[in-house]
């Protein structure tokens, strides 16, 4: 009887252990899990586990605040001398693995925090960002940080006195071709350092062995007296040391072996106003582009082996080649100014203008693939900045582009040499020649309607009887398109890209007007012969005859086409109101129907004074650098621009503003 008792028991005793588990199985998983946000402050020695994250019961060690925290979550660092401690409890001597993202930072309102490792290194296994940090790193083995084909953020990071200088890793460690660590591996290893920092190399590979993927390395906008070594696309191998604490000798940095320990992938680089001396894209398989945005005008960044250079700022390159065999591509955009005058003659493949290029008095930029854009050619002004050239040597050839090339190079002259131009040789060679005055025609290109389309290019000069005119292309906008082409009220070329023809054996120059319509609207009728000065050729290269037209059928002559005639534009006059800032104020008024764009008007009196300060297509315009405490009256008028004529509104009414 007893034992059917116990039988008949332990079912409801089954039931209730059972419920009391389920009762606390969430708790334990949420542990599992752990916590959003944890704190960490080493105050009880380096070996001690204890706290449970909070900021009144902080874990003592950072090795448990990791463990403790959640995927995504934030660590806080609370201030003070003791910070927190990274220690190397089993004395493995191998990285310390960070396979959550997470954030690591100061606690809110310190401004930094002191982390110590004694580990040797840091490994990721997902993305991590280090920000307002010192780091004071004491093992000198693998004295590095891995993002291992992850994102590794450092803001604001630093060393703390008496601490390794660390290098950075996109790729992970390996030994004997085995990756060190159980960091789960990416394939995209990106490393983003700003503000103040102090680090040594950084390599786009892996230490000790290859990387397959890519790498993408992003240095900004970088604090005065920070710290930064070279920039290598490749892995490198490390020399072995021991880890000798007490050893005050800098380790060295891991040597680059772009042969042995390659980046699979692309490698990009963008440095933002930041002190690398050295990027060196040998290693990368799919080439290393960099981008350059230059806080050192003179020589020193130095370029090597890389496929692609883009150039924003002032850059003056102390070195610039590409891997063996190759020519880099160039890229100036328009806020670019580029320095080439330490480097000689110097042969690119591709390249797009847009800004400024400098070339040696006495030197070439041969280019071999394509070349676009419009650039600045100078050559250096040793007397400094200025809007024109320094001295160009005559019958010199500053840039070989070919012949196909759509590329154009503008020239302004040293004041001593206004009688010199740089003119396009029908080889494609960009030569400064000397020309006479009375010799000397412009063209010049505008659009019709400029809410319509636009053209690229305003203004050309050359020589008469021996220059090559460029021409302009018509770009129509979204929802129009080109129409025609006319000189002096004719119909010249329905090409989108006109290159004016000589009259006889010389140009005579001319202004020339782009038309455009509403996608939808019928096309126009044409003139049965156009201007004998120009033909609508269908050309696509500078400088190219027209063909022979084919013989025409008779047909009725058509009616001549006259200019357009002035249209009556009426337009609303804006409505205005003014909001004002810290030394500046904000002119609004409402969109005004038909208007292209609106002028704005400033005086320091009401009725008298206005000077333009601006012309826009938005409603709005914050007008900046004005004086505190100042009071400033505005008034603004609408535009139409048809046929190339101006149309105006009345003015607004004046409304005034007082700046803080």
């Known amino acids: 009887m007893m034992k059917k008792w116990n039988i008949k028991m332990s079912l409801p005793l089954m039931g209730m252990a059972a419920m009391f588990l389920a009762l606390f199985t969430v708790p334990s998983t949420v542990a599992a899990q752990g916590n959003s946000v944890v704190y960490v402050s080493t105050t009880k020695g380096a070996n001690t586990s204890s706290g449970s994250g909070t900021k009144t019961d902080p874990y003592n060690l950072f090795n448990d605040a990791v463990k403790g925290v959640a995927d995504g979550g934030t660590i806080y660092i609370l201030a003070g001398s003791n910070s927190a401690m990274l220690n190397d409890l089993n004395s493995s001597n191998e990285p310390f693995v960070i396979n959550k993202q997470i954030y690591i930072k100061p606690e809110p309102g310190a401004q930094t925090a002191i982390l110590t490792t004694r580990v040797a290194g840091i490994i990721l296994g997902a993305d991590v960002t280090f920000e307002n940090i010192e780091l004071n790193v004491t093992n ?60 040594g190399n950084i390599y786009a590979g892996s230490i000790n062995g290859n990387f397959s993927g890519t790498s993408s390395i992003d240095i900004g906008n970088i604090a005065a007296n920070s710290l930064l070594g070279n920039i290598y696309s490749c892995g490198a191998d490390e020399t072995p040391i021991g880890d000798d604490f007490f050893n005050q000798e800098e380790p060295p940095a891991p040597t680059p072996n772009p042969h042995a320990y390659k980046v699979t992938g692309k490698v990009n680089v963008t440095i933002n106003k930041a002190p690398v001396q050295t990027i060196d894209g040998t290693g990368a398989g799919n080439g290393t582009d960099v981008f350059c945005n230059a806080e050192y005008a003179s020589s020193y960044h130095s370029f090597l082996n890389i496929t692609k250079l883009t150039v924003g700022g002032k850059l003056r390159p102390k070195a610039l080649t590409a891997p063996e065999g190759k020519r880099p591509d160039l890229s100036v955009p328009s806020n670019g100014i580029l320095n080439l005058t330490d480097l000689k003659n110097i042969e690119v493949k591709d390249f797009i203008g847009g800004g400024r290029l400098l070339i040696d008095k006495s030197s070439t930029l041969s280019i071999f693939g394509t070349a676009t854009g419009t650039s600045v050619f100078e050559t250096e002004h040793h007397k400094g900045q200025n809007s024109h050239s320094g001295i160009v040597t005559i019958n010199h050839v500053y840039i070989k582009a070919g012949s196909t090339s759509s590329a154009t190079f503008t020239f302004d002259p040293y004041p001593t040499q206004t009688d010199l131009i740089l003119q396009r040789q029908a080889n494609g060679d960009w030569m400064i020649i000397k020309y006479s005055s009375s010799s000397a025609v412009t063209f010049t290109y505008e659009s019709a309607d400029d809410f319509m389309g636009d053209v690229d290019r305003s203004t050309e000069t050359i020589d008469s009887a021996n220059g090559t005119p460029q021409g302009a292309k018509a770009i129509p906008y979204e929802g129009y398109r080109f129409v025609n082409w006319t000189k002096d009220g004719v119909v010249v070329s329905t090409n989108p890209y006109l290159v004016p023809q000589k009259t006889g054996t010389a140009y005579s120059g001319g202004h020339y007007i782009a038309h455009f319509a509403e996608d939808n609207s019928p096309e126009p009728e044409q003139p049965e012969k156009p201007d004998p000065d120009d033909t609508d050729s269908g050309n696509t290269s500078p400088g190219t005859p027209p063909p022979p037209a084919p013989p025409a059928a008779p047909k009725p002559s058509a009616p001549a086409v006259t200019a357009p005639k002035p249209v009556n534009v009426s337009l609303s006059k804006p409505k205005v109101t003014l909001k004002r800032g810290k030394k500046y104020a904000v002119i609004k008024y409402k969109k005004v129907k038909n208007a292209h764009g609106y002028e704005i008007y400033r005086s320091n009196k009401k009725k008298s004074g206005y000077k333009k300060v601006a012309t826009t297509k938005k409603t709005s315009y914050k007008n900046k650098k004005l004086k505190s405490r100042k009071k400033y009256y505005y008034k603004v008028r609408a535009y139409r621009t048809v046929n190339g004529q101006k149309y105006y509104s009345s003015y607004s009414a004046v409304k005034s503003v007082k700046v803080k």
Do not use: E, M, W
């Open 140 to 199: 000198r083995y693998h004295d590095q940080i891995f993002a291992n084909g992850h994102t590794l953020t450092l803001n604001n990071v630093t060393r703390a006195q008496g601490s390794r200088l660390v290098d950075i890793v996109a790729g992970g460690l390996y030994s004997n071709n085995t990756q060190i660590s159980t960091a789960t591996p990416g394939n995209n290893g990106k490393i983003i350092i700003q503000g103040k920092c102090a680090f």
